[in-house]
């Protein structure tokens, strides 16, 4: 089962791993609060967490 994060905006927060439902849930409640923020899969993101760890490594 795919799992979903919300990042928000305002805050700079990110959520913890959610199923679609409650996710999409989640931003319709923030919609209504007027808080920006948007959905991701779990996977995205580590992923592109695991390239930036990466990619800042080997700069020095």
Same mark, same amino acid.
């Given at each position: 089962?795919?799992? +979903? !994060?919300?990042?928000?905006?305002?805050?700079? =927060?990110? @959520? #913890? #791993?959610?199923? $679609?439902?409650?996710?999409?849930?989640?931003?319709?409640? %923030? &919609?209504?609060?007027? *808080? =920006?923020? +948007?959905? *991701? @899969?779990?996977?995205? %993101?580590?992923?592109? &967490?695991? !390239? &930036?760890? &990466?990619?800042?490594? =080997? !700069? $020095?």
């Amino acid at each position: 089962m795919n799992k +979903y !994060i919300i990042i928000r905006y305002d805050n700079k =927060s990110i @959520s #913890p #791993p959610m199923s $679609k439902h409650e996710a999409i849930a989640k931003l319709k409640e %923030y &919609n209504k609060k007027g *808080i =920006s923020s +948007y959905l *991701i @899969s779990k996977n995205t %993101y580590q992923d592109i &967490n695991h !390239i &930036n760890k &990466n990619n800042t490594s =080997s !700069i $020095k």
